[in-house]
């Protein structure tokens, strides 16, 4: 009896392996940002070309930064998302427009609601690659201290903002 | 099936013995033959540097000094949108931005090391095709190894152990019986 159990055991350890694996999201790209200070960025908003929007400007305060673009088709999924957010004004939220054309971006904020304090137009994506934006949308949750506390990839869902995003703010906006 | 031109000569061509029935049969030993030639040519193109198309160098001219070490380069690092395809190969956005950058990096002098670092520290130790032997890889690295080590570990376990057991021992009846069947066998092959 007990011949049987050894390869059994491997066996059990092996499923348990592969179950834990379908879990797993290969596309998921963990960034080394977490726990480090957001790159440094200063670029021309979009409403407002004239004037610049830096992460200096932004320090002192728990804020999300949301990668978007007109060109991206699940920005529209969490679009209505993060308007029913800004409106309870837990926390703000600005806008990396990446690699957009600003007429085009402008558009469809007026199609789709603008729930950003400010966007900021970054056309040939340097910003978003000191960031390490890979795809869009990306949305990051900064703490006070300008340092990046979480990156959640891809649209985000009414449970990512339960059960994730607005934890984490709440937690980083009552502690300091 | 087109025979492989640098196949080897049967050998009824050079010895003097007669040819010998041979387990694999002609067609399939030809078939074999071109299928580990197509093999070792791919594996060799797969070996050989990429040459850098039309794509790679996204229509800017890279200083010839920098041209062989940006496509090693390239060649090392990995398209963060199609994950299987390094930067030398990808068509996405991302990895033209990526390549632009590391051009640009590379004429203002940064070292390979310096360049690969810049990207990690963005984009994670992912970035690298090859991932670096770090203690969280070593099962990636060596695991493979290991397994194979225990196999055969287990084999020689398993095959000595049976060795070393009694050979099977018949009762009186099955040896009669097999006595039987072997005189039977033999008085046919006599008539």
Redesign the interface.
């Known amino acids: 009896m007990t011949r049987f159990l050894i390869p059994l055991g491997i066996f059990g350890a092996l499923i348990a392996l592969l179950y834990a694996g379908l879990y797993l999201n290969p596309r998921e790209v963990p960034s080394p940002l977490i726990d480090k200070p957001a790159p440094a960025f200063s670029l021309p908003q979009l409403q407002d070309p004239g004037k610049q929007l830096s992460r200096q400007d932004l320090l002192g305060k728990v804020y999300l930064l949301n990668v978007w673009a007109s060109w991206c088709v699940s920005c529209r999924d969490e679009q209505p998302i993060l308007m029913q957010l800004v409106q309870t004004k837990q926390v703000e939220m600005y806008g990396l427009n990446y690699k957009d054309q600003r007429a085009d971006a402008l558009r469809w904020l007026e199609m789709f609601g603008n729930p950003y304090v400010a966007s900021v137009s970054d056309m040939d994506g340097r910003v978003g690659i000191d960031w390490g934006v890979y795809g869009v949308p990306e949305t990051f949750v900064i703490d006070r201290g300008g340092m990046i506390r979480y990156k959640h990839i891809g649209p985000v869902t009414q449970a990512d903002l339960d059960t994730i995003l607005l934890p984490k703010v709440r937690e980083l906006q009552g502690t300091q | 099936m087109r025979r492989v031109f640098f196949a080897a000569p049967s050998p009824a061509a050079f010895s003097a013995h007669p040819r010998q029935e041979h387990i694999l049969s002609d067609a399939l030993r030809q078939f074999l033959r071109a299928l580990c030639a197509s093999v070792a040519i791919l594996l060799f193109t797969g070996l050989s540097q990429t040459t850098a198309t039309a794509a790679t160098l996204d229509g800017i001219d890279l200083p010839e000094q920098y041209e062989s070490r940006y496509k090693k380069l390239i060649d090392q690092l990995r398209c963060?949108?199609c994950?299987n395809e390094t930067l030398a190969d990808s068509d996405a956005?991302?990895a033209a931005?990526?390549r632009r950058?590391i051009r640009e990096k590379m004429v203002k002098g940064e070292s390979d090391k310096e360049i690969t670092e810049f990207l990690?520290?963005?984009?994670?130790d992912?970035v690298l095709y090859n991932p670096p032997v770090k203690s969280t890889t070593l099962m990636l690295w060596y695991g493979p190894f290991a397994l194979l080590a225990l196999g055969v570990l287990i084999a020689v376990i398993t095959v000595r152990r049976r060795g070393r057991a009694a050979p099977p021992t018949l009762s009186a009846a099955h040896h009669q019986q097999v006595q039987d069947l072997l005189r039977k066998q033999d008085e046919g092959k006599g008539s």
């Open positions: 963060l949108v994950q956005e991302l931005d990526l950058e990690v520290a963005r984009y994670g992912f």
